[in-house]
């Protein structure tokens, strides 16, 4: 798995170099903040809604296509269900995705919209109890978002992406969705 | 006026008219009923067959027969189940599912009626006129078709290790096995067999009823009773019921069975049947069970019951175990004695026939005729085989067994007029009956003087933790307090039971234990043994599967 990732981190970063240095337009980096609304019940009823934080390269082509790379954290704290709030539970999410985008542009407003992949550590852990979950899986992401320039090199943007994420301890096991919809928004700087 | 009357006749004539078509579009029935066979094929769902309401009536080994008219068969199509017609007006008449196993089983049936073949080996039966019953040739089992909707067997799940371990033989219960004697039993077969016939429609089958009922009487049990059933459309016979009730579980049942009826070829049958291996054998160790644990307490009540019309296609049984269903009884377990005295070779071995639902029992049966015959024993699941006395009970949800002494028989005295005591293997018939004997009392628990009570009152919950990807549970049981209890003991198990493992390493004090070794998605079955000051451990509590919560109406254990 880890070998895989390095892989996908690998490629990624190869498409980004080869696309800045023959075609790139414009490169911009972004930091934002959110949330997330998981697509499962158990997830909502146990953690509710989750902060997520992300910071991206954004790599807008000559020509309406693009590429978008980045690391995103999400962290949540819940009650295990059960008949009493007894034990206390934490879900954290560590994701690296590599986007291809259409977009368009109308005025100070440019329109993102792509899907790609993403690689995924989900960690869940029992904190009074020894119990824990730890697991890794690449999955498919969609893409929607916009920025609008503000000033100089800097634009505001926000996005959603969704991650369907099903999980599994093993082949055997049924599997968890522990995705969902997760929507930021935050500042971008262009590089050049 | 006269406009007035004129327009209400007008109104009223228009009301009929309208009326009409409706009240007959409520009253058509969905056409005649038909018996159809839906063959479990590829896509067969035994979930899917209760879902749509299916009027099962008996369950093949490749096919289920199931009552449906037009209205039904058009929901069958519409979801796909795959089903023929055998017989497209059998709402009308008593249908019989039938034993034949060859050829010349089916020509005989074709010569006597209306006969098609389900599946190898099992043909439906029916006459156009007279009585169906009585045209079923005498060499061949049969089954009056069931008289309610049965449910069709989930498949049973493969074995993922070996069966558990049958409990070890009780002193106390060898002792019991021990004063089955060959003497006794063979007493009882003379007696039947000097009846000449015990064919269920004579005045002969009739006395033989009334001398089990003496002899049940003379026993002291608690209550003996006859219980009238019709059958045949215009015949009438009796079982003889006698209960021993239970001291710790009174309404708690286990039965020991046997047809006391008896049929031979239909030139003889209504004067000479003489059944001594078939039944008189299974009569005689219900009744030997009867006379030894009669001077006995025990914690369930156990019924020793002799059916009647077994022959004619289990009519007594169908009855009793309807009128059981209907009452709502709580019968944990049937075993069902039907021919256990041939032996076409020593040392002969015991079939024990069940159903998926049934295979505890079975299990069971195995270790006690190990321990009490001593037997060998074959377990044999298969829902299929209906020719007895276990069959009506399989078909109203009781666990039931068939003990038998060949799967498929070997009695060349079978149905004639030879099948007289003179051909029974007196040391398999003793080892037979004592089993059998084992196992009842192995169930219904012997109250053994000095011993502590049975602890009673035991409950247990689950309580479940999850998040997304674990769960943490427990279970938490209680019980009633035992009086002469020093401390108790917890057993676990994962099937119904047998293979009891202890979880506590030292008697508990309490009353309630906790058990943090499950896991959320398993499937338990706990009881309690109290344990007296000098350590004799009591009979085990009832058997219960935790619950999600507690029952509202279920009885709560005193706070201590």
């Given amino acids: ?192 | 006026m006269k406009t007035l009357r004129t327009l209400l006749a007008v109104l009223l004539a228009a009301g009929l008219v309208l009326a009409a078509p409706g009240a007959l579009l409520r009253q058509r029935p969905g056409g005649p009923v038909a018996l159809v066979k839906i063959p479990k094929g590829p896509g067969y769902s035994p979930a899917l067959v209760a879902r749509l309401g299916v009027d099962v009536r008996q369950e093949l080994r490749t096919s289920l027969l199931a009552l449906a008219d037009a209205t039904d068969q058009a929901r069958l199509r519409r979801s796909g189940v795959r089903f023929s017609v055998l017989d497209r007006t059998a709402g009308r008449r008593e249908l019989f599912v039938v034993g034949a196993g060859s050829p010349a089983d089916l020509a005989a049936l074709r010569a006597a009626g209306r006969a098609v073949a389900v599946e190898p080996g099992t043909a439906i039966f029916w006459t156009e006129t007279g009585s169906a019953a009585e045209a079923v040739p005498a060499g061949l089992p049969r089954k009056a078709l069931s008289a309610r909707t049965v449910r069709p067997a989930r498949p049973a799940a493969a074995p993922t290790g070996p069966a558990p371990a049958a409990p070890p033989a009780d002193p106390f219960i060898e002792t019991l096995a021990g004063q089955v004697t060959a003497s006794s039993l063979n007493a009882t077969v003379q007696t039947l067999q000097d009846f000449q016939t015990r064919y269920a429609s004579t005045s002969n089958c009739e006395a033989a009823g009334e001398a089990l009922y003496a002899a049940f009487s003379a026993l002291g049990l608690d209550d003996v009773a006859f219980q009238t059933f019709t059958f045949a459309g215009s015949y009438t016979s009796r079982n003889v019921v006698a209960e021993k009730t239970g001291s710790t579980f009174p309404d708690d049942i286990y039965i020991v069975c046997a047809h006391y009826d008896s049929t031979s070829p239909s030139a003889t049958r209504l004067t000479h049947a003489p059944g001594a291996d078939d039944n008189a054998s299974g009569t005689a160790a219900v009744l030997e069970a009867a006379r030894v644990l009669a001077p006995h307490e025990l914690d369930y009540t156990v019924r020793f019951i002799a059916f009647s019309a077994e022959e004619w296609g289990l009519y007594g049984s169908r009855a009793y175990a309807a009128a059981a269903r209907t009452a709502g009884e709580r019968v944990r377990g049937v075993i069902n004695l039907d021919m256990i005295a041939y032996a076409d070779a020593m040392p002969e071995d015991l079939q024990i026939i069940v159903n998926p639902a049934s295979e505890w029992l079975a299990d069971l049966y195995l270790g006690a005729a190990a321990s009490y015959g001593p037997l060998a024993a074959t377990k044999t699941v298969d829902a299929s085989f209906v020719y007895s006395d276990h069959s009506p009970f399989w078909d109203t949800n009781y666990p039931a067994l068939l003990a038998i002494e060949d799967d498929p028989l070997t009695n060349p005295y079978y149905h004639k007029t030879t099948d007289t005591l003179s051909t029974l293997q007196p040391d398999f018939f003793t080892a037979s009956a004592r089993a059998s004997l084992g196992l009842l009392a192995e169930l219904a628990q012997p109250v053994k003087a000095g011993y502590p009570g049975t602890p009673t009152g035991l409950l247990a919950m689950w309580e479940v933790y999850y998040s997304m990807f674990r769960s943490l549970a427990t279970v938490h049981l209680t019980w009633r307090d035992q009086a002469d209890a020093a401390g108790y003991n917890v057993y676990r198990s994962s099937t119904p039971h047998l293979g009891y493992v202890k979880l506590n390493a030292a008697p508990i004090e309490g009353r309630t234990f906790t058990d943090d070794t499950v896991v959320a998605e398993g499937t338990y079955y706990y009881v309690v043994t109290a344990v007296g000051p000098t350590g004799l451990e009591s009979n085990r509590s009832a058997e219960i599967v935790p619950a999600d919560f507690f029952i509202d109406d279920a009885p709560r254990p005193e706070a201590p």
């Avoid at chain 1, 809604?49 to 693009?66: I, V």
Wanted: net charge positive.
């Fill in chain 1, 1 to 192: 798995m880890k070998r895989r990732a390095a892989l996908l981190g690998l490629a990624g970063a190869l498409a980004l170099g080869l696309v800045t240095s023959a075609k790139a337009q414009s490169l911009s980096v972004s930091a934002a903040g959110g949330g997330m609304f998981p697509s499962n019940g158990l997830y909502r009823d146990i953690y509710g809604r989750s902060l997520a934080l992300a910071g991206d390269l954004w790599l807008d082509l000559r020509g309406p296509f693009g590429f978008t790379a980045g690391f995103s954290a999400l962290s949540d704290d819940g009650v295990a269900l059960g008949p009493d709030d007894l034990y206390d539970v934490k879900l954290t999410r560590r994701t690296v995705p590599v986007v291809a985008y259409g977009r368009f542009g109308v005025g100070p407003v440019t329109v993102r919209a792509g899907a790609g992949l993403a690689f995924h550590r989900v960690e869940e852990t029992w904190r009074t109890v020894d119990l824990g979950f730890t697991g890794t899986k690449t999955a498919p992401r969609f893409l929607l978002g916009a920025s609008v320039r503000l000033i100089g090199r800097l634009s505001f943007t926000a996005y959603a992406t969704y991650d369907p994420l099903h999980m599994k301890e093993d082949p055997y096991a049924s599997s968890v969705d522990v995705g969902g919809l997760t929507a930021v928004a935050g500042l971008a700087w262009r590089i050049f």
